[in-house]
């Protein structure tokens, strides 16, 4: 089975500064990587996904993830953040092969401050 | 494309109560998932269906809860006797079956139990 692992549960930055958010997955085969924005009380907003190609994706708003296969992971980034980014982000994959579905981190909290 | 739609929004029910959702997917869409995520938690799959047919069930899905798409269009996710444990974001999804890995959210149904 596959799992994902986000390491911070929360990251609080100012408003203009750079930030990353981690995600690490485990799969015995290979998977789609995908990063989902939630406002409060809203659904989930697809942020960018990799499927294939090269490594490095853009995403909506400015945002952009690494794929490292070796390192299996999938880390989140923008260059400069703005009080708007303030939300719950998850980091989700799913297997290529067949039928699957969504197997989601449990989400990384960006508090960001004036 | 009007997106994926969830009504209720919020519901407040008592303890034993029966409950029922409902999502219309975006109207090409033939698979529709519906995942509950609970506070501090990703979204977690609870069962899946290609046009009327239901083809996975996780084992979340207590006897107490029941789905239906009954012509492959809007489907109904009932829950029979509600428990506190029950409180949740329950989640609705769609897809196109050639692209299962572009999952579209809906805002979610908010379930708080008494």
């Known amino acids: 089975a596959q799992s994902v692992t986000q390491l911070d549960s929360q990251v609080p930055v100012f408003e203009e500064a750079p930030v990353e958010l981690r995600c690490n997955y485990s799969?015995?085969?290979?998977?789609?990587l995908f990063w989902y924005v939630q406002y409060p009380n809203q659904g989930l907003q697809l942020l960018l996904k990799?499927?294939?190609?090269?490594?490095l994706v853009k995403g909506i708003n400015g945002f952009e993830a690494e794929f490292n296969k070796s390192q299996t992971s999938f880390h989140l980034r923008k260059p400069s953040v703005h009080i708007s980014d303030t939300a719950e982000y998850f980091c989700?994959?799913?297997?290529?092969?067949?039928?699957?579905?969504?197997?989601f981190g449990k989400g990384t909290m960006l508090l960001v401050s004036p | 494309d009007t997106g994926v739609s969830q009504n209720p929004r919020h519901k407040i029910t008592k303890r034993g109560q029966n409950v029922t959702f409902r999502c219309d997917p975006i109207s090409e869409h033939n698979r529709l998932y519906w995942y509950r995520q609970t506070l501090g938690q990703g979204p977690e799959f609870l069962t899946y269906f290609q046009n009327e047919a239901q083809l996975e069930k996780s084992r979340l899905l207590s006897d107490r809860f029941s789905a239906e798409r009954p012509k492959g269009s809007f489907s109904t996710l009932e829950i029979q006797r509600t428990e506190q444990g029950d409180s949740a974001m329950y989640l609705c999804a769609s897809s196109l079956e050639q692209q299962g890995h572009e999952q579209y959210f809906g805002p979610g149904t908010r379930l708080t139990v008494t």
């Open positions: 799969s015995s085969v290979s998977v789609y």
């Open positions: 990799y499927l294939s190609g090269s490594t």
């Open positions: 989700a994959v799913i297997l290529i092969s067949g039928y699957s579905t969504l197997t």
